[in-house]
Nanobody, 126 residues
Framework: QVHLVESGGGLVQPGGSLRLSCAAS?????IGWFRQAPGREREGVSC????????NYADSVKGRFTISRDRADNMIYLQMDNLKSEDTAVYYC??????????????????????WGQGTQVTVSS
């Protein structure tokens, strides 16, 4: 079991940038970033595998968002550039057991993401 805490959300103008952080209490997991707007289903944004750090991105954020991991302190980051109003949502990091896999599945159920942080609000507005 791993405990996750997100931070770094805020209010930015369209075209701006934010870096979200996810502090994990332990290592050895696949980590995914998900987001949910009011009245909408939670959707996958990006994920990173434990073995080799293979990544995956939703089509809507490719070329704009970058996920990374710092194994020294169990931190996972989501760098968000060129933000759009449709990126507005609560962003969550989540963990799935997958210490050996070199790839990650960007789907809440298929990826078996079982541990979740409390979320951080990202609002993109002019």
């Amino acid at each position: 079991q791993v405990h996750l805490v997100e931070s770094g959300g805020g209010l930015v103008q369209p075209g701006g940038s934010l870096r979200l952080s996810c502090a994990a209490s332990s290592s050895g997991y696949v980590i995914g970033w998900f987001r949910q707007a009011p009245g909408r289903e939670r959707e996958g944004v990006s994920c990173i595998a434990n073995n080799g750090g293979g990544t995956n991105y939703a089509d809507s954020v490719k070329g704009r968002f970058t996920i990374s991991r710092d194994r020294a302190d169990n931190m996972i980051y989501l760098q968000m550039d060129n933000l759009k109003s449709e990126d507005t949502a609560v962003y969550y990091c989540a963990a799935a057991w997958g210490s050996w896999t070199t790839t990650c599945i960007l789907d809440r159920e298929k990826g078996h993401y079982l541990n979740w942080g409390q979320g951080t609000q990202v609002t993109v507005s002019s």
